[in-house]
Protein backbone atom coordinates (compact mmCIF):
# COMPACT_ATOMS: atom_id res chain seq x y z
CA UNK A 1 0.00 0.00 0.00
CA UNK A 2 1.57 3.47 -1.16
CA UNK A 3 2.03 6.10 1.81
CA UNK A 4 0.14 9.60 1.42
CA UNK A 5 2.66 12.77 1.62
CA UNK A 6 5.26 12.99 4.08
CA UNK A 7 3.12 15.11 6.42
CA UNK A 8 1.11 12.06 7.21
CA UNK A 9 2.48 8.96 7.77
CA UNK A 10 -0.77 6.71 7.76
CA UNK A 11 -1.22 4.62 4.26
CA UNK A 12 -3.92 6.13 2.56
CA UNK A 13 -7.72 5.17 3.26
CA UNK A 14 -9.13 1.76 1.37
CA UNK A 15 -12.29 3.04 -0.84
CA UNK A 16 -14.60 0.62 1.20
CA UNK A 17 -16.21 1.31 4.48
CA UNK A 18 -19.03 0.76 6.68
CA UNK A 19 -21.97 2.92 8.36
CA UNK A 20 -23.07 1.84 11.67
CA UNK A 21 -26.69 2.77 12.37
CA UNK A 22 -26.45 2.61 16.72
CA UNK A 23 -29.90 2.71 17.95
CA UNK A 24 -32.25 1.59 20.57
CA UNK A 25 -34.87 -0.55 20.56
CA UNK A 26 -37.57 2.49 20.47
CA UNK A 27 -35.84 3.46 17.75
CA UNK A 28 -34.19 6.47 18.79
CA UNK A 29 -30.58 6.87 17.10
CA UNK A 30 -27.19 7.82 18.34
CA UNK A 31 -25.30 10.91 16.50
CA UNK A 32 -21.78 12.06 16.69
CA UNK A 33 -20.39 15.80 16.00
CA UNK A 34 -17.11 15.63 13.67
CA UNK A 35 -14.31 17.29 15.19
CA UNK A 36 -13.05 18.83 11.63
CA UNK A 37 -16.48 19.23 10.53
CA UNK A 38 -18.72 20.83 13.35
CA UNK A 39 -21.91 21.05 11.11
CA UNK A 40 -21.58 17.78 10.19
CA UNK A 41 -23.84 15.38 12.38
CA UNK A 42 -23.23 11.41 11.49
CA UNK A 43 -23.83 8.03 12.21
CA UNK A 44 -20.64 6.09 12.94
CA UNK A 45 -18.73 5.48 9.61
CA UNK A 46 -15.37 3.76 8.98
CA UNK A 47 -12.82 2.88 6.73
CA UNK A 48 -11.58 -0.67 6.44
CA UNK A 49 -7.99 -1.40 8.31
CA UNK A 50 -7.01 -3.57 5.39
CA UNK A 51 -7.98 -5.01 2.27
CA UNK A 52 -9.89 -8.44 3.48
CA UNK A 53 -11.28 -7.16 6.47
CA UNK A 54 -14.63 -8.55 6.73
CA UNK A 55 -17.11 -5.73 6.90
CA UNK A 56 -18.41 -7.00 9.86
CA UNK A 57 -15.30 -6.95 12.10
CA UNK A 58 -14.95 -2.94 10.52
CA UNK A 59 -18.19 -1.84 12.09
CA UNK A 60 -17.60 -3.25 15.53
CA UNK A 61 -14.14 -2.02 15.37
CA UNK A 62 -15.31 1.68 14.36
CA UNK A 63 -18.12 1.37 16.49
CA UNK A 64 -16.08 0.64 19.60
CA UNK A 65 -13.50 3.23 18.40
CA UNK A 66 -15.94 6.24 17.92
CA UNK A 67 -18.38 5.47 20.71
CA UNK A 68 -16.98 2.75 23.49
CA UNK A 69 -19.67 0.88 22.24
CA UNK A 70 -19.11 -2.49 21.28
CA UNK A 71 -21.01 -4.86 19.21
CA UNK A 72 -21.37 -7.24 22.35
CA UNK A 73 -23.03 -4.94 23.99
CA UNK A 74 -25.90 -5.01 21.52
CA UNK A 75 -27.07 -7.31 18.00
CA UNK A 76 -24.71 -5.99 15.33
CA UNK A 77 -27.25 -6.68 11.56
CA UNK A 78 -25.86 -6.43 8.55
CA UNK A 79 -28.46 -4.61 6.05
CA UNK A 80 -27.22 -5.79 2.94
CA UNK A 81 -26.87 -2.25 1.85
CA UNK A 82 -24.35 -0.76 0.51
CA UNK A 83 -23.97 3.16 -0.72
CA UNK A 84 -21.36 4.45 -3.58
CA UNK A 85 -20.76 7.99 -3.31
CA UNK A 86 -18.09 10.55 -4.58
CA UNK A 87 -15.31 11.22 -1.61
CA UNK A 88 -16.15 14.71 -0.26
CA UNK A 89 -13.48 17.17 -1.73
CA UNK A 90 -12.61 17.80 1.77
CA UNK A 91 -11.29 14.29 2.74
CA UNK A 92 -10.10 13.38 -1.04
CA UNK A 93 -6.33 13.63 0.47
CA UNK A 94 -6.95 10.78 2.90
CA UNK A 95 -7.43 8.52 -0.46
CA UNK A 96 -4.94 7.54 -3.08
CA UNK A 97 -4.51 9.77 -6.09
CA UNK A 98 -7.41 8.73 -8.75
CA UNK A 99 -9.79 7.89 -6.03
CA UNK A 100 -12.81 9.39 -6.06
CA UNK A 101 -15.57 7.15 -5.15
CA UNK A 102 -15.72 4.95 -1.74
CA UNK A 103 -18.26 1.43 -1.08
CA UNK A 104 -19.98 2.06 2.28
CA UNK A 105 -21.31 -1.39 3.42
CA UNK A 106 -24.73 -0.29 5.93
CA UNK A 107 -24.95 -1.79 9.80
CA UNK A 108 -27.53 -1.72 12.17
CA UNK A 109 -26.09 -2.05 16.16
CA UNK A 110 -29.06 -2.19 17.97
CA UNK A 111 -28.03 -1.32 21.67
CA UNK A 112 -30.03 -0.99 25.60
CA UNK A 113 -31.69 2.07 26.30
CA UNK A 114 -28.99 3.97 28.20
CA UNK A 115 -25.85 2.79 26.87
CA UNK A 116 -23.35 4.91 27.74
CA UNK A 117 -20.85 6.45 25.26
CA UNK A 118 -17.60 7.79 25.00
CA UNK A 119 -16.27 9.42 22.16
CA UNK A 120 -12.98 9.66 20.70
CA UNK A 121 -12.20 13.66 21.15
CA UNK A 122 -9.74 13.14 18.34
CA UNK A 123 -13.06 12.46 15.62
CA UNK A 124 -16.06 13.81 17.45
CA UNK A 125 -17.18 16.64 19.82
CA UNK A 126 -20.73 15.51 20.34
CA UNK A 127 -23.52 13.37 20.58
CA UNK A 128 -27.16 13.11 20.82
CA UNK A 129 -29.87 10.42 20.87
CA UNK A 130 -32.88 11.31 18.58
CA UNK A 131 -36.02 9.66 17.37
CA UNK A 132 -35.27 8.25 13.95
CA UNK A 133 -36.66 11.00 12.01
CA UNK A 134 -35.78 13.55 13.54
CA UNK A 135 -31.87 11.82 13.41
CA UNK A 136 -32.72 12.04 9.70
CA UNK A 137 -33.45 15.46 9.41
CA UNK A 138 -29.83 16.07 11.30
CA UNK A 139 -27.50 13.85 9.35
CA UNK A 140 -25.12 15.75 7.31
CA UNK A 141 -24.93 12.32 4.67
CA UNK A 142 -27.88 12.03 2.38
CA UNK A 143 -27.10 8.21 2.44
CA UNK A 144 -26.74 8.38 6.21
CA UNK A 145 -30.30 9.73 6.08
CA UNK A 146 -31.62 7.17 4.08
CA UNK A 147 -30.54 4.50 6.32
CA UNK A 148 -31.59 5.49 8.87
CA UNK A 149 -35.38 5.95 7.15
CA UNK A 150 -35.06 2.35 6.90
CA UNK A 151 -34.65 1.40 10.29
CA UNK A 152 -38.16 0.37 10.95
CA UNK A 153 -38.11 -1.99 8.46
CA UNK A 154 -34.93 -3.47 9.59
CA UNK A 155 -36.23 -3.91 13.70
CA UNK A 156 -39.46 -5.21 12.40
Not at 41 to 70: L, M, Y
Not at 77 to 91: M, V
Not at 95 to 117: I, K, Q, S
Amino acid sequence: MRLSPVSDPRPFKIPESVLVVIHTPALDVLLIQRADAPDFWQSVTGAKDFIDEPFEATAAREAFEETGIGAQLGVLTDWQLENIYDIYPRWAHRYAPGVTRNTEHVFGLCVPDGTPVTLNPREHTAFCWLPWREAADKCYSPSNAEAILLLPQFVR
